[in-house]
């Protein structure tokens, strides 16, 4: 197995370890973009357009292409393209869902499937030699993991959470999370969930506070804030919905991620989004990033396809 696809398999395993569930934050498309490694953030790719097509019912847009460029001393040059046919597109709500997918690049065929049940949730992917497969069970009341246990080429790995309610006190619920059977002054992580979501979470390491993580949500905006354990800002992960009627019409979901370093603002990147192209049938648009300097650093092209429900 090749680096970039150990990789891949370390960044599924990991990502949901303190995973909150939220609004489409598990739109498979995302997962698409978190494997292409542009550095691009954004939330859901496939969204519902309230216009009435022939079929009588909602349509809903789902990513069909995508193309990253690499920029080189101003140079714009294509550095990979994916292909992505659904075979499955059913979702009922946020704990009642299954997307299924192939995608094609020129270095390969993969299929993904993503299944979601109530607080129950699997997810696998094929390609060439490789498989894997994931089952996590979410925690009824908190929404965090409660067990995951993965499966990748036959190699079985398990790990059970405790979830303990701390406090609950105007609106907000505090929750322990960590590792079965291992206490919780080892690694853990406190979270402050409020409506269903996580406004704070705090990360622990041998019982001495790592980092701290506090969001705020608006209608159109996230904004992610983390600390060190003095307090000290780090990171501004400003994640927004664009000013384009079409995109906010077609893709209501979509969003646009800035990032800000306060102590290396050298590193900020912030990211604009265009339309190429518009039809009843297809929707393409283009996403720039760009450095502190205001000058291009990347992009990429998606191309989304109408569905009937």
Not at 27 to 48: D, E, H, Q, T
Not at 142 to 153: A, H, I, K, P, R
Not at 292 to 309: F, P, T, V
């Amino acid at each position: 197995m090749n680096r970039k696809k150990e990789k891949l398999i370390k960044e599924e395993m990991s990502m949901n370890i303190f995973r909150r569930t939220s609004k489409k934050v598990y739109m498979i498309i995302n997962k698409i973009i978190v494997l292409m490694a542009i550095g691009v953030l954004f939330s859901s790719c496939s969204s519902k357009d309230n216009t009435t097509g022939s079929s009588g019912g909602n349509h809903v847009w789902l990513m069909s292409k995508q193309t990253n460029y690499a920029v080189s001393n101003g140079v714009v040059t294509v550095t990979s393209e994916s292909e992505i046919e659904w075979i499955i597109y059913r979702h009922r709500s946020d704990t009642d869902f299954e997307h299924k997918y192939t995608m094609e690049t020129s270095t390969g065929y993969s299929t993904h499937h993503i299944v979601r049940s109530g607080q129950n949730e699997t997810f696998s992917q094929i390609s060439g030699d490789w498989t894997f497969h994931r089952t996590i069970v979410f925690h009824s009341t908190s929404g965090l993991v409660q067990s995951q246990t993965t499966n990748y080429n036959g190699t079985i790995t398990s790990v059970n959470y405790t979830i303990e309610l701390q406090s609950d006190s105007g609106g907000i619920r505090t929750y322990s999370h960590f590792v079965a059977n291992t206490g919780s002054a080892g690694n853990h992580s406190i979270h402050q969930i409020q409506n269903g979501r996580t406004i704070e979470r705090r990360d622990f390491r041998t019982n001495a506070l790592h980092s701290i993580v506090r969001t705020t949500y608006t209608a159109t905006s996230t904004v992610t804030r983390t600390y060190n354990a003095s307090n000290v800002l780090l990171q501004i992960l400003t994640s927004f919905a664009p000013d384009n009627a079409i995109i906010r019409r077609k893709l209501p979901d979509f969003r646009l991620t800035n990032i800000e370093t306060p102590a290396t603002p050298t590193i900020n990147s912030t990211r604009t989004v265009e339309i190429l192209s518009d039809s009843a049938s297809e929707l393409v648009i283009r996403v720039k990033v760009f450095n502190s300097s205001n000058a291009l650093i990347a992009q990429w092209d998606g191309a989304y396809a109408r569905h009937n429900r």
